[in-house]
């Protein structure tokens, strides 16, 4: 299990933005399939965006795409989710995940939850 912490959740209007963080406190990100999902209340988790290693692909889902945006700093063992436009149907505890032995395509990722080591969540609140 590799010690995933996220930050960044809060309170945001509609249209506002957030951004989250995910850092990994003990090892590089550089070679990790990683990723952003999310869960709302009464609803299945889904995945937001992923990014794989395998084949270096990305995937957004489809009601994000073009308003979030997931970038890596490898440097600092952090990669971020730079959420633009928000709107309440973002709202719900959004989870980072990583992985070091998944190939998968990024596509695959998000739709299984196929990474093994998971944050703790931050909510995300979107409401006027």
């Known amino acids: 299990q590799l010690p995933l912490v996220e930050s960044g959740g809060g309170l945001v209007q509609p249209g506002g933005s957030l951004r989250l963080s995910c850092v990994a406190s003990k090892f590089s990100l550089y070679d990790y399939s990683v990723g952003w999902f999310r869960q709302a209340p009464g609803k299945e988790r889904e995945g937001v965006s992923c990014d794989s290693f395998g084949d270096y692909t990305n995937y957004y889902l489809d009601s994000v795409e073009g308003r979030f945006t997931m970038s890596r700093d490898n440097a600092k063992n952090t990669f971020y989710l730079q959420m633009d436009n928000l709107e309440p149907e973002d709202s719900g505890v959004y989870y980072c995940?990583?992985?070091?032995?998944?190939?998968?395509?990024?596509?695959?990722?998000?739709?299984?939850?196929?990474?093994?080591?998971w944050g703790q969540g931050t909510q995300v609140t979107v409401s006027s």
């Open positions: 995940a990583a992985d070091r032995n998944v190939f998968e395509s990024a596509r695959d990722i998000c739709r299984a939850g196929l990474l093994g080591s």
